[in-house]
């Protein structure tokens, strides 16, 4: 298969942890004989910084004309603090997200056996912790109407929901659940908010068309708690963007570093990766950011497009590494790994399943040891 990918670093980390994510996806064309056609654009502070936009009218068009976008990190110090900003480097995501219809973005959370020591939350709670996030991406409070007044002392932004805006994603995440435990929780915060009634409304009718798929609702505040104190209850959570925004990152506590998480943003016709994490200023350049949610990220992508041994090879490699512990100090104290050894180890351990029974292990790991 030939795809063209269009490569997004964007802020902070962004691009180092990319980088280490296209080294895994060519592994994957030599190993699997596959064909990724990589081209790069900028987005974000240095968009900004050469052009005067976040999101450049030619990185836009790359996009449109590629099958899929891998995209790194996004935020600036200097337009975090600075609330009078005209212009923000997230205006040039959310614009992307929106001109290509992302709908749904979809967060997968899992507790890695490996790694529940990482996780301040009690082992006994998160064992086994296996859900997905279903997040709206392209309504609700992140695009409806911003208002401030005159004197710049009262300021609104608007929380809109049409109701094929909730068909849509609810659709996926039904499909989703089909496939996995069966069963939807949708959190919203309906004891209040008008454009959460009509999510009920509209996601219970669905729900009448997926019968093997048990429907259940949680406030959002009651969900937070919820999440963090008995994760093993959940299978799809279908909520809107910024509930969905939230979640995710306290989700992340479970899987014990946020630089685990990866994420998928599908629209009807395109479809961008990544990871959950933010752009982690202080870290840049200093080659210890966790590559792994952007690796899988990528693996997302693979899976998207129906590759799913080769998504499956990624996703063992990633598990090798944590194993054998050749991560990132975030999630070993003191660890002499770097982002780049760790993206070697993973992109080095990429093989065939079906060729993998006659390597044994040891050999695998001798080959790579020098690369290490
Ligand atoms: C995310 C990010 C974005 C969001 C920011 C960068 C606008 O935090 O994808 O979670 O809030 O959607
Ligand atoms: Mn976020």
Redesign the pocket.
């Known amino acids: 298969m030939t795809l063209k990918i269009a490569l997004l670093p964007g802020d902070g980390v962004g691009p180092e942890v990319l980088a280490q994510a296209v080294k895994c996806l060519e592994a994957v064309e030599e190993t699997f004989n596959q064909h990724f056609i990589f081209k790069e654009a900028s987005i974000g502070t240095i968009a900004i910084d050469n052009k005067g936009v976040s999101l450049p009218d030619s990185t836009l068009k790359l996009c449109k004309e590629s099958d899929a976008i891998l995209f790194g990190t996004?935020?600036d110090p200097k337009y975090d603090n600075n609330p009078d900003a005209k212009v923000r480097p997230?205006q040039g995501?959310?614009q992307l997200r929106k001109e290509l219809g992302l709908f749904a973005n979809i967060r997968p959370i899992l507790s890695h056996s490996t790694l529940l020591d990482k996780s301040p939350l009690k082992k006994s709670a998160i064992k086994g912790a296996d859900f997905v996030i279903y997040r709206e991406l392209t309504g609700g409070i992140y695009f409806g109407e911003k208002k401030l007044n005159e004197e710049g002392t009262v300021a609104s932004d608007i929380c809109e929901y049409s109701e094929s805006e909730i068909s849509r994603i609810t659709h996926l995440a039904f499909k989703a659940a089909k496939n996995r435990k069966r069963k939807l929780t949708l959190v919203d915060k309906a004891n209040v908010l008008e454009s959460s009634r009509l999510w009920r409304k509209v996601v219970t009718k669905i729900g009448e068309s997926y019968p093997e798929v048990a429907l259940d609702f949680l406030f959002v505040d009651n969900a937070a708690m919820e999440i963090i104190l008995n994760p093993r209850q959940f299978d799809v959570i279908l909520t809107e963007n910024l509930f969905g925004?939230i979640l995710?990152d306290e989700g992340s506590v479970i899987s014990g570093s946020t630089g685990l998480l990866a994420s998928a943003s599908i629209g009807e016709e395109n479809a961008m990766f990544e990871p959950?994490h933010?752009s982690y200023p202080n870290d840049k350049g200093k080659d210890i950011a966790n590559p792994i949610a952007a690796i899988l990220s990528a693996a997302m992508l693979l899976d998207h497009f129906g590759l799913t041994e080769e998504a499956m090879a990624v996703k063992k490699a990633v598990d090798k590494s944590l194993k054998k512990g050749i991560v990132t100090p975030d999630l070993k104290e003191n660890s002499q790994y770097g982002t780049n050894q760790v993206g070697d180890f993973i992109a080095h351990n990429i093989v065939d399943i079906d060729d993998n029974f006659l390597m044994n292990d040891e050999n695998i790991d001798l080959g790579k040891s020098t690369i290490i």
Do not use: D, F, P, Q
Request: charged letters at 10%.
């Open positions: 996004i935020g997230e995501l959310l925004a995710s959950v933010g």
